[in-house]
Each structure stands twice: as structure tokens, then as C-alpha cells.
């Protein structure tokens, strides 16, 4: 079964600093894809960045980037220029390609707060 | 373009009751997911709906139940509720069934059993 670990229950950043959080995953899959989603106080959701897995390159999103690093099953986040708005709870998600069994797995989160 | 809309937002319910949520998914989407989210045990998955058919199930009591309507909406139902039932139930939807195809997630449904 595929399972996705966020070690950091919580994390710190100054406004307009750099943060990273970090995301391992384990799977025997070769086809599969990775997410971060954002989820603030209101509850919903947001995608902020997905990943291929057949793709070498970093997926990027303005402020937002990744390092993938397939071999060590590693999927972590960067912020960049990190913003007040910036602080909610951050989830990193693994779905495989294919298949009947392609639901989204979940890591426990990690709470990211960003000082003024 | 309208998102993903879950009703009713909050919920408080008596143990044993029974509990019907509802997810309309975005316009064009024919597949909706349910997940539960608990401070303990994170976001589970419950079940995924693609054109009317349960497409995969996760692991939970078969007072756990759910359908999907010809118009993609889907309704979630939960019999004979428990104390640890209280969760915050999330809907997702998304054009297909495969990982290449991305989720779009409601606010949830915040169900309280007292």
C-alpha cells in the first residue's frame, strides 16, 4: 500500500522568507502523480502544485516549487517570498496513474504559520 | 465558474441517528470523491463515484454509504451514527478516474455527534 509521510507537525517562517517542507512517500508504482494542497482556515482544499511522476523536472508555480527526487521518494515544497497568507495546513498527497484503485493518500500535514 | 458545493456546511446530530450530505461537483465533472478528516486519523478516503457506478471504496463500516445521481451530484449517507463519526467530510470532484486528472475540493460538511 502506498504511503505518504510528513515528519513536521509544524513550521515557522518569517514574511518574505524562504520555507521548505519536506514530504516522503513509499510505492511500488511507476505511473503515479504527487500533490500539495494548501487547506486554510476555511476549510477547503486548494491545490497548489502536482507533480508527474515521468517528468525529471521540478514542477513550478510562481512562488511555490518542488524537488522531486524520484529515487529517495522525496516530494518537498518550497515557498518563496512567503506571504501572510501563506499560513494554513499543508498536505502532501500521492495518486497513482492508473487504475480502479486511484484515490488521493494523504500525509498528516504539516501547520505552517509565517510571522509579520 | 462554480466551484464544488457541499451542503450543509455544519451539522450536529444525536448518536444512532442517521445523516445524509450532499456534494454538487463543477459543472462537467463526472467523478466525486468523499474523504473524512479527523484530527487523529488525517483524511481518509471513503468512497470515489464516476458516472453513476462506485468505482473504489475505502475502508469503513458499511454504515457508510454513498451514491451518484445522472446529473453527477452524489449524496454520502451515514447510518446509525456513532461519537466517532464527528469529522469534517470533504467532496472532491474531478473530470476523470485516473491520476492525471486533478481534484477540486469543497469547503466539507463539519458533522458533530453528540
Known amino acids: 500500500a502506498q504511503t505518504v509521510t510528513q515528519s513536521q507537525p509544524e513550521m515557522s517562517v518569517q514574511e518574505a522568507e524562504t520555507v521548505t517542507l519536506s514530504c516522503t512517500y513509499d510505492t511500488s508504482e511507476s505511473d503515479y502523480y504527487l500533490f500539495w494542497y494548501k487547506q486554510p482556515p476555511s476549510r477547503q482544499m486548494i491545490l497548489v502544485i502536482r507533480?508527474?511522476?515521468?517528468?525529471?523536472q521540478n514542477a513550478t508555480e510562481n512562488r511555490f516549487s518542488v524537488n522531486f527526487q524520484k529515487a529517495a521518494k522525496s516530494f518537498s515544497l518550497k515557498i518563496s517570498d512567503s506571504q501572510l497568507g501563506d499560513a494554513a495546513m499543508y498536505f502532501c498527497?500521492?495518486?497513482?496513474?492508473?487504475?480502479?484503485?486511484?484515490?488521493?493518500?494523504f500525509g498528516k500535514g504539516i501547520t505552517l504559520s509565517v510571522r509579520p | 465558474k462554480a466551484g464544488v458545493t457541499q451542503t450543509p456546511r455544519y451539522l450536529i446530530k444525536t448518536r444512532g441517528q442517521q445523516v445524509t450530505l450532499s456534494c454538487s461537483p463543477i459543472s462537467g465533472h463526472r467523478s466525486v470523491s468523499w474523504y473524512q478528516q479527523t484530527p487523529g486519523q488525517g483524511l481518509q478516503f471513503l468512497f470515489e463515484y464516476f458516472s453513476e457506478t462506485q468505482r473504489n471504496k475505502g475502508n469503513f463500516p458499511g454504515r457508510f454509504s454513498g451514491r451518484q445521481f445522472s446529473n453527477s451530484r452524489s449524496e454520502m449517507n451515514v447510518s446509525t451514527l456513532e461519537l466517532g463519526d464527528s469529522a469534517l467530510y470533504l467532496c472532491?470532484?474531478?473530470?476523470?478516474?485516473?491520476?492525471?486528472?486533478?481534484?477540486?475540493f469543497g469547503s466539507g460538511t463539519r458533522l458533530t455527534v453528540v
Open positions: 498527497a500521492y495518486r497513482r496513474g492508473t487504475g480502479a484503485n486511484s484515490k488521493l493518500t
Open positions: 507533480q508527474e511522476a515521468y517528468k525529471q
Open positions: 472532491a470532484s474531478s473530470l476523470g478516474t485516473g491520476g492525471y486528472y486533478g481534484y477540486t
